[in-house]
């Protein structure tokens, strides 16, 4: 049931829409089948009347030949005058006087003819002898009798006179009648010309002994039919006119309680939801009636809103928990650099000078690097880039980095070191993470330096009495710590000289894309570090800072940056002893 009252509802604007149209077409269907039945109903009822008119004449003209008539007759009715014509009739009857029966019969026709102008709305009639030598262009009139608009008087005339015919369809009524294609009478559609009264042609033929001695013309005025048919007409399309318009007035209404109400309705609760972000108190679906497409609209509107507010908590819990998260990430930011080392610490040292800068990529990064002494005389350098980056990336670096510095102060060659730790590491790492290392333990006595690469960058070296510069050397080195647990990490040795600097770097540096894709890349590190050899370990890590940057555009940072430059001053008199030893 409910579907059916839906599907009314659904229909409900077509099927007065369609009401309203079927009206208007009906009025104009209905205007043309009544404008051409009373059309034709004209047109039979005057070709009754003129059959009656010409059966009338006919009855009163059985033997007349009217080509006799036209020899002898039309002389002899001026010999006549006023005397009694049914003397005459009988008196020619009983002589067997052929020319005055002819004549008298014609005379018993235009006494018929004025009488049937004078009752009925015959305008004009009359009888005449087509001329087929001339193509039925030609007509000899015999009688011709025309009446005026309010039959104040009758102008009858005996002719014996030649006329044009007046139209081509006129000319070939006459040829059919007068060949007998037709015994049938023909009626001519009717004229109406201005200022006369609309009339109606009929054409019938007359016989004697079978054969056709004359046509029959008889033009009756169809005025008062006209006008009637014509108020009619008008009186049909002023209901048609009324009904459509009462129809449009129901439809205007409808639409207006049923439509435009209703979706001004929907319009004011999206204006006033756009506004004031809350929810009314009654649904919207529940006022604005039964029209499928509205309440679906509606029903979309109250879904919409509530969508929205559950949309505007959950993002309010959100922005609440973004900043939570923020705060927290904040804290983890100051507290990873918290535990970096400071330069200052170290302020006291007049072997070494050593300067660093991280910069993640993210709130928190997985790049650390740390500067700490083992003894009094050896210094750890180190260098390392957890696997992914953020908050665990951050985790996993602040376990190696404890673990790298607890292992390394306990003294040992760095690939010992590396190799405890990877132990240790991969104990637990549920997540597969690893991390690439760079250590590096200094002799401040004697220059010599003992590392272990495990996978990271090879540093670059300065050797401060040479001419090359800044070199990147590939050196000794083997997997990432925890990325292939179980290899055997290898250590190398070199020695610095006083002046002799260790550029240490992430990837972060070498792999900075510009816009176009391209990589920052080992070629520029060298050209940037040698571009001036004098410069501070402060001074140098902010110049290839800004190089990176200046290459990188406005492309995201694409991993962190962490730099550790490092220059050995060092004691050159303990360093010749221990050399001459």
Not at 46 to 72: E, R, V
Not at 155 to 174: A, G, I, N, P
Not at 387 to 412: V, Y
Not at 482 to 489: A, N, S
């Amino acid at each position: 049931m409910k579907s059916v009252v839906s599907y009314i509802h659904r229909l409900s604007v077509r099927l007065i829409a369609s009401i309203v149209l079927f009206i208007a077409i009906l009025g104009v269907v209905s205007g043309f089948f009544v404008y051409h039945v009373l059309t034709q109903s004209m047109m039979r009822e005057n070709a009754i009347f003129a059959d009656q008119i010409t059966d009338t004449i006919i009855d009163a003209a059985w033997s007349t030949d009217f080509q006799k008539f036209m020899d002898i007759g039309l002389e002899r009715i001026t010999e006549v005058g006023s005397q009694d014509r049914d003397d005459l009739m009988e008196k020619a009857l009983e002589e067997g006087d052929q020319e005055a029966l002819i004549f008298l019969t014609l005379d018993n026709i235009t006494k018929c003819i004025t009488s049937q102008i004078m009752m009925g709305d015959v305008r004009e009639l009359g009888i005449y002898i087509p001329r087929p030598e001339t193509g039925y262009t030609e007509k000899t009139l015999i009688i011709e009798c025309k009446a005026g608009q309010n039959k104040e008087a009758v102008d009858f005339h005996l002719l014996k006179d030649t006329k044009e015919e007046d139209s081509d369809e006129v000319r070939d009524t006459v040829k059919r009648i007068w060949t007998r294609e037709t015994e049938d009478g023909v009626v001519l559609d009717y004229t109406d010309k201005e200022g006369e009264d609309s009339t109606i042609a009929v054409y019938k033929g007359l016989y004697n002994e079978g054969e056709v001695t004359g046509i029959l013309l008889v033009k009756r005025s169809v005025q008062r039919t006209v006008e009637t048919r014509n108020r009619y007409l008008v009186g049909l399309v002023i209901v048609e006119v009324v009904m459509l318009l009462f129809g449009i007035l129901i439809l205007a209404l409808y639409l207006r309680f049923r439509v435009v109400k209703p979706v001004d309705k929907v319009t004011k609760e999206a204006d006033r939801f756009s506004q004031e972000n809350t929810m009314s108190e009654r649904k919207l679906a529940d006022d604005v009636g039964n029209v499928t497409e509205i309440r679906i609209l509606a029903e979309s509107i109250d879904q919409m809103e509530e969508n929205t507010m559950r949309n505007i908590e959950k993002i309010t819990r959100m922005s609440r928990e973004s900043e939570r998260i923020d705060t927290e990430l904040s804290l983890a930011a100051n507290l990873q650099a918290s535990v970096l080392p400071k330069k200052e610490k170290l302020a006291g040292r007049k072997e070494f000078d050593v300067s660093a800068l991280m910069k993640p990529a993210r709130e928190v990064g997985g790049d650390f690097y740390d500067f700490f002494m083992v003894d009094d005389t050896h210094l750890a350098l180190m260098i390392a880039d957890v696997s992914d980056k953020g908050i665990g990336s951050a985790f996993f670096m602040a376990s190696s980095k404890t673990l790298l510095k607890a292992r390394a102060s306990m003294g040992g060659k760095p690939e010992e070191i590396v190799t405890f730790v990877e132990e240790k590491l991969s104990e637990e790492n549920e997540m597969g993470m690893f991390v690439s290392v760079w250590l590096g333990i200094v002799d401040l006595t004697t220059g010599e330096v003992q590392a272990c690469n495990a996978g990271h960058n090879y540093p670059g070296i300065l050797h401060k009495d040479t001419e090359e510069g800044y070199l990147i050397e590939k050196t000794e080195h083997g997997p990432p710590i925890c990325f292939l647990p179980g290899i055997v990490h290898k250590g190398y040795s070199f020695r610095l000289c006083p002046g002799d600097r260790i550029f240490l770097y992430t990837d972060g540096v070498t792999e900075a894309k510009n816009p176009e894709g391209e990589r920052f890349g080992n070629d520029r590190l060298i050209r940037v570090l040698n571009d001036d050899r004098e410069v501070g370990n402060e001074s140098l890590i902010i110049r290839v800072k800004a190089a990176v940057d200046h290459f990188a555009g406005e492309e995201p940072q694409y991993d962190d940056i962490t730099m550790v430059s490092f220059q050995f001053l060092g004691n050159i008199s303990e360093i010749c002893r221990n050399i001459s030893i």
